[in-house]
């Protein structure tokens, strides 16, 4: 089976400008999940889907980070304007969706700030 | 909070060397994962353990859920060159909870 696709892998982007990260998951995984990696650090949550609706976005920062599942599906993540602080790793996850599921990772998009 | 705490964070061993890494919380997880993550790639799910006591093995990795539910163990036996990498410990703690990461452990293999 194709695991979970993001794209772009890298994005070099100046302060104050917008950048889109999209993921396409697993077939069949209704559950969607944006995560940012520090360097150094685990993956930590900014948002989760089931499907189209985000059940959990209580640790995306709202001002500035902005996330679309219009179908269920594909998803993309948004930040506008970005920030030097907002360097990092972007990994999008999928899961089959029941409880305690492992979750799948894509290869992540390393964003870089200048 | 949820925290899992992994150290060192970072250990050197020799090629055919055996390794354990530990995972350990103040809270109680009801399911533990193990990742490996290469550089430039996102992590890979290794091993999942969803029982106190539970003991699994893929391989040359073998992983236990702890019998007190806050701490897990992974060991890696006769390591390779291609065992280099960060290993995650993840876990949850209910059944609508989100999965936990601990800061990682950087193994390194010297041949």
């Known amino acids: 089976e194709a695991g979970v696709v993001q794209s772009p892998r890298y994005k070099i982007i100046e302060k104050k400008q917008p950048v889109v990260f999209w993921c396409n998951p697993i077939?069949?995984?209704?559950?969607l999940y944006w995560y940012l990696q520090n360097l150094g650090q685990g993956p930590e949550l900014l948002i989760r889907?089931?499907?189209?609706?985000?059940?959990?976005d209580s640790q995306l920062p709202k001002d500035r980070f902005s996330a679309e599942r219009l179908k269920g599906v594909d998803s993309t993540l948004k930040i506008q304007p970005a920030e030097l602080g907002d360097s990092a790793v972007y990994l999008c996850?999928?899961?089959?969706?029941?409880?305690?599921?492992?979750?799948?990772f894509g290869n992540g998009t390393r964003l870089t700030v200048t | 909070g949820q925290q899992l705490n992994q150290s060192p964070q970072s250990m050197f061993i020799q090629e055919g060397e055996d390794v354990s890494m530990n995972c350990t919380s103040s809270?109680?997880?009801?399911?533990w994962l193990w990742y490996k993550q290469d550089p430039g790639e996102g992590p890979v799910l290794l091993i999942a353990?969803?029982?106190?006591?539970e003991l699994t093995s893929n391989g040359r990795l073998t992983a236990q859920f702890g019998i007190t539910r806050k701490d897990s163990f992974l060991n890696i036996s006769a390591s390779i060159p291609s065992d280099v990498g960060i290993y995650f410990c993840?876990?949850?703690?209910?059944?609508?909870?989100?999965?936990?990461f601990g800061k990682g452990i950087t193994l390194s293999v010297r041949p």
């Open positions: 996850a999928s899961s089959q969706g029941q409880p305690n599921s492992p979750l799948h």
């Open positions: 077939s069949g995984h209704n559950t």
């Open positions: 353990l969803y029982k106190a006591g």
């Open positions: 809270s109680i997880f009801n399911t």
């Open positions: 993840a876990g949850y703690t209910g059944a609508n909870s989100k999965l936990t």
């Open positions: 889907y089931e499907n189209e609706e985000a059940v959990d």
